[in-house]
């Protein structure tokens, strides 16, 4: 791609370190005029002053936008109706951000009359290919341009000496270059001094939560209401699907809630450590799985739970938008029209416990489980359900048996 065949990018713009050495750098090699667009999905940070740094480095036009409820009802609420979890600790947090923020940058292009979006995500990631998915999802015919696979800064510590040299403000330092990123739903951390898996992150670095050695001594009891998979209210107050997760988040940050240290299998191909704050993202997983257990048919909670790997992998693969992540919404979709209820959760120490649930939809049925007397379940029903389901088990026996014996 020549430089000159460019008039418009539209840059996926944080504010930080990357973002801030791509946008003069488009400028300079590309000599185009650079359109910055920030998506505010509640990282909460200063907006305007990310608008006003952008405008200082010669950016025209910026777009930022506030994406925090669709964001979270139309994103977060329907990964967790799925109860996505990425290799059995990952709640989906960046993952699950990117897909929104790349179709609004595309959407922009496109109304811009841009040629070309760009963006952050280094060559060695997960975040490049969602993006990327997404954009030629929409807009097959858009050109991208991925400094990292271009440019021939090879770490972030010589990304920081540009940023020195050409006057461009960042937070990220050479004694501390991991990076960071934040949104409604987790913040993550990778690189840097978490590139030894045997090292134990410090206790300086997380943003969100206490440590659960500092949480209360007390817990704190939450209750939960659901309807059709979606939570919808906290302690009896109903709230918008952001509000409601940013309660959460404050809920179990005071009681050191979702912190998870994990070593992923990236896309790409390599392994990489990445540590997680998902405090009302991990209360909101626990409570559904507790609504769910009541509600569900056996069968159907069966059958869903054996695509929750495919469905998280798809989710952190970057395939939001395609064919095959659809189906399988609409399939869990459908199971959630009759989790309506109530969890209650206990908040202590780092941990979130189901302590009750109640549902008018539950299958649970005191009259047949109980283990005192009952009018409804005849116990000598269950021998010939044993013997049945037992009959090839015998049937192989047997045949073992009359090996033996020539």
């Not at 954009?135 to 090879?154: G, N, Q, T």
């Not at 991991?178 to 045997?198: A, K, R, T, V």
């Not at 990445?274 to 769910?292: D, K, Q, S």
């Not at 959760?345 to 005191?366: E, H």
């Amino acid at each position: 791609m020549k430089p000159t065949t460019l008039k418009k990018v539209v840059l996926a713009y944080s504010g930080g370190l990357d973002t801030s050495v791509i946008l003069k750098w488009l400028q300079e090699t590309y000599g185009c005029e650079v359109i910055a667009f920030c998506a505010d999905l509640g990282q909460g940070e200063d907006l305007r002053a990310i608008k006003a740094k952008a405008t200082a480095l010669g950016v025209r036009k910026v777009y930022v936008e506030d994406l925090r409820e669709v964001f979270v009802k139309d994103h977060i609420f329907p990964m967790l109706r799925g109860n996505a979890v990425y290799e059995g600790s990952y709640l989906l947090g960046t993952s699950i951000a990117r897909p929104l923020i790349a179709k609004r940058q595309v959407e922009i292009a496109v109304k811009e009359g841009a040629e070309a979006v760009s963006h952050g995500a280094t060559g060695k990631g997960n975040d490049q290919v969602r993006f990327e998915l997404t954009y030629l999802a929409i807009a097959p015919s858009v050109k991208i341009i991925a400094p990292w696979r271009e440019w021939s800064f090879k770490s972030r510590r010589e990304l920081i000496e540009y940023a020195e040299k050409h006057g461009i403000p960042v937070t990220a330092t050479k004694a501390k270059p991991y990076s960071m990123d934040m949104n409604l739903f987790h913040i993550s951390y990778e690189g840097g001094i978490l590139e030894d898996p045997w090292e134990a992150p410090p206790e300086e670095m997380f943003q969100l939560t206490v440590s659960p050695e500092r949480a209360p001594d007390k817990p704190r009891i939450v209750d939960l209401e659901y309807e059709q998979g979606n939570p919808v209210a906290v302690d009896g107050k109903r709230l918008s699907p952001a509000k409601l997760l940013a309660h959460l988040n404050r809920l179990g940050a005071e009681h050191g809630i979702g912190r998870v240290d994990l070593v992923e299998n990236r896309y790409v191909g390599m392994k990489s450590r990445g540590v997680y704050e998902t405090p009302g993202g991990t209360i909101l997983h626990v409570a559904h799985r507790a609504l769910e257990s009541l509600t569900l048919d056996r069968e159907v909670l069966h059958l869903r739970d054996s695509l929750i790997p495919r469905y998280a992998e798809l989710i952190y693969y970057g395939y939001w938008y395609a064919p095959e992540r659809d189906m399988i919404q609409k399939a869990i979709d459908e199971a959630q029209q009759d989790v309506w209820g109530t969890v209650r959760v206990k908040l202590y120490k780092g941990s979130c416990t189901v302590v009750g649930r109640r549902s008018d939809r539950s299958l649970y049925r005191l009259d047949m489980a109980t283990f005192e007397e009952d009018e409804v379940y005849r116990q000598r029903d269950a021998e010939g359900f044993i013997r049945l389901n037992a009959l090839r088990l015998a049937i192989r026996a047997q045949r073992r048996t009359a090996r033996t014996r020539r």
